[in-house]
Structure formats: structure tokens, C-alpha cells
């Protein structure tokens, strides 16, 4: 989807302004990807469920808890817990009280990991966000600023 023209920031429909912010955060998604994935053997899906999974309390969540929140359906997250497992990087556990819930359990390994990853990750969301021209000259920065604006007016609290 090409970002220019100024339909929602001339008071024009929601949803081309939320159409503009979907595409540029599937662009700053697809980016963080790649970087990821050249830079630490990750994809960006593991690294957020690592990240959930290590901000947990017991440094675990049920798969279903894990999908809503990495946005996935069960059998996506099961698979995706499986990749993680065969890395490494985090191992499933069963519910002692309910044997059909299933954990997934962080490994010390991705908690180095992530913590190796962390600082670096965020400056490159920040250089992705702070630059869109630079890193997305396809998208218009001004148009896509404009649609976050009016998003995020209806979003608020």
C-alpha cells in the first residue's frame, strides 16, 4: 500500500488512517525481523514470546496466555514453542493440577540471550521509528505521523 495522498489527514475515514499505521508497523515489523534474524539467529515472534515469557513471575505462561499476547492462534504458538524448544531456548512443562495445560518455560540460555539482544533491539526500534524516511522511502513519514496521531486519539484512554 502506497502512503501518499492526504485522505485521512484531511479529516478523511479511520480506517485509511489505521490502514497507514498497519503498514508501517508491518514494515518496522519485517525490518526488526530480518535484523533479528541476521544479527541473533531469531525471529521477531521468538523474541517477543521470549520476552513475555522472561517478564512472567515463574518465567512461564500457559501456550494459550502466550498466544493472545505474541498474537497468535494455539497451533501457531505451539509451533512456535517447539522452534524455541529446538534451539534451546525455552522447554514445555505440563500443569501439575490440570494435566492438559501446557507451559512453556523460559531456559537460562534465552535469558543471556535476551539480555545480550536487549539493548541493541531497542535502539533499532528507535532508529526505525525516529527515521521511517531513511529506512522506508516508500511510506510517507508526514502521512504516517498523521494516522498514528488519529489512531491513537481514538485509542486513548
Known amino acids: 500500500m502506497q502512503l501518499s495522498g492526504s485522505h485521512a489527514s484531511r479529516g478523511g475515514s479511520v480506517s485509511v488512517a489505521?490502514?497507514?499505521?498497519?503498514?508501517?508497523?508491518?514494515?518496522v515489523d519485517a525490518s526488526?525481523?530480518?535484523?533479528?534474524?541476521?544479527?541473533y539467529r531469531?525471529?521477531?515472534?521468538?523474541?517477543?514470546?521470549?520476552?513475555?515469557?522472561?517478564?512472567a513471575s515463574d518465567k512461564?505462561?500457559?501456550v494459550n496466555d502466550l498466544a493472545q499476547r505474541v498474537g497468535l492462534?494455539?497451533?501457531?504458538?505451539?509451533r512456535l514453542v517447539s522452534r524455541l524448544e529446538a534451539k534451546g531456548l525455552a522447554r514445555r512443562d505440563?500443569?501439575?493440577?490440570?494435566?492438559?495445560?501446557?507451559?512453556?518455560?523460559?531456559?537460562?540460555?534465552?535469558?543471556?540471550l535476551l539480555?545480550?539482544?536487549?539493548?541493541?533491539y531497542e535502539a533499532r526500534v528507535q532508529e526505525l521509528l525516529s527515521k521511517p524516511a531513511i529506512h522506508f522511502p516508500h511510506l510517507d513519514a508526514r502521512l504516517i505521523?498523521?494516522?498514528?496521531?488519529?489512531?491513537?486519539?481514538?485509542?486513548?484512554?
Not at 18 to 27: I, K, L, P, R, T
Open 145 to 157: 505521523a498523521g494516522a498514528i496521531a488519529e489512531v491513537g486519539a481514538l485509542v486513548g484512554p
Open 42 to 55: 531469531l525471529g521477531l515472534t521468538e523474541f517477543r514470546a521470549l520476552t513475555f515469557l522472561s517478564q
Open 60 to 62: 512461564e505462561l500457559r
Open 73 to 78: 492462534n494455539p497451533s501457531s504458538t505451539t
Open 115 to 120: 539480555a545480550e539482544v536487549r539493548d541493541s
Open 94 to 112: 505440563v500443569c501439575p493440577d490440570d494435566g492438559r495445560g501446557v507451559y512453556a518455560v523460559i531456559d537460562e540460555c534465552a535469558e543471556t
Open 18 to 27: 489505521w490502514s497507514q499505521v498497519a503498514v508501517f508497523a508491518s514494515a
Open 32 to 39: 526488526l525481523d530480518k535484523w533479528l534474524a541476521d544479527t
